[in-house]
């Protein structure tokens, strides 16, 4: 059986039989398993850093629903986060039909389906046929980290530094346009969702996980630490402003972030798409290693 799912006409296909076991050994998870998640997550902490971020981040007695664990026997094995982002963790086939067989009917609540490309593969085999297309498929997604005793391979920009809550007007305009260009639409329409998202990115400025370089009164790179958990933390958002990329600022901006976000967390990672040639050739730059390849739905 192949390792890695394979793109044919916008769906996400294996090579290979699916198993089809019933979902009796899926459960919602509360309070008295989030050892057990957690301990699923810190497997493979880049992997698993999203939906540890997540569980840090609320209580899963009051968030009822939103952990589903897959536990054939006594112990959790597998676990997939479930909101507007559907992120299993630890999946192998049955675990992943078995989640399945509880999402069938969450298709107007999600965004997006995106984690480990073959754990994602297999998830998508068995919704597809209740769920239709997606918007877009990416995959595959270079998984990349920098180990804890990595040396950088640039020296880090000493214009790259926190942001404050003085540059939320710079910096709100600058990440929404990161992410009109990387998801191909706005991330709100209207006065109340662009009051959200402010808020949004000041809570990662409040926490001190978005880094900018600002000249003159212009947000010319900037990036976030989006998720911190198991030991690792991962970088998103990285965005140059357009008039200034090929001007060399990308990897000694990113290595003045690693720096910054290992004091964080010792494991810093980011998952790339594989098309972005010039992105990747600044992360290996940086020092960066591809360990996994992740892949991305979106609806």
Not at 13 to 39: C, K, P, S, Y
Not at 107 to 116: A, E, K, L, M, N
Request: proline letters at 7%.
């Amino acid at each position: 059986m192949a390792t890695e799912p394979v793109p044919r006409g916008g769906r996400l296909v294996r090579r290979g039989v699916g198993l089809r076991r019933g979902r009796r050994a899926v459960r919602t998870l509360g309070e008295a398993d989030r050892g057990r998640a957690l301990e699923v997550c810190a497997r493979r902490p880049a992997v698993g850093v999203y939906v540890a971020a997540r569980l840090a981040e609320g209580d899963l007695d009051r968030t009822r629903g939103s952990l589903l664990g897959y536990a054939p026997e006594d112990g959790i094995e597998a676990i997939c986060w479930v909101s507007a982002n559907i992120v299993p963790v630890g999946c192998d086939e049955a675990a992943a039909v078995a989640f399945a067989g509880q999402l069938r009917r969450h298709r107007s609540r999600v965004s997006s389906i995106f984690g480990q490309a073959m754990e994602v593969a297999w998830l998508w085999d068995a919704l597809a046929p209740f769920w239709g297309e997606p918007l877009d498929l990416r995959v595959p997604q270079p998984l990349m980290q920098l180990a804890p005793d990595a040396p950088l391979g640039v020296a880090p920009d000493p214009l790259v530094v926190p942001a404050t809550a003085a540059d939320l007007d710079l910096l709100v305009p600058a990440s929404a346009a990161m992410f009109t260009e990387e998801i191909g639409y706005p991330p709100y329409r209207d006065a109340a969702g662009a009051n959200h998202y402010r808020r949004a990115v000041g809570t990662l400025v409040g926490r001190g996980h978005s880094f900018v370089r600002i000249d003159d009164d212009r947000v010319v790179f900037k990036a976030d630490i989006g998720s911190v958990g198991v030991g690792a933390c991962q970088i998103q958002g990285v965005w140059i402003d357009p008039e200034f990329r090929g001007r060399g600022l990308a990897a000694p901006a990113m290595a003045a972030v690693v720096a910054q976000a290992r004091r964080v967390a010792p494991l810093v990672s980011l998952y790339v798409n594989g098309y972005n040639a010039p992105a990747l050739a600044t992360y290996r730059r940086v020092g960066f290693e591809e360990i996994d390849r992740f892949a991305t739905l979106l609806f």
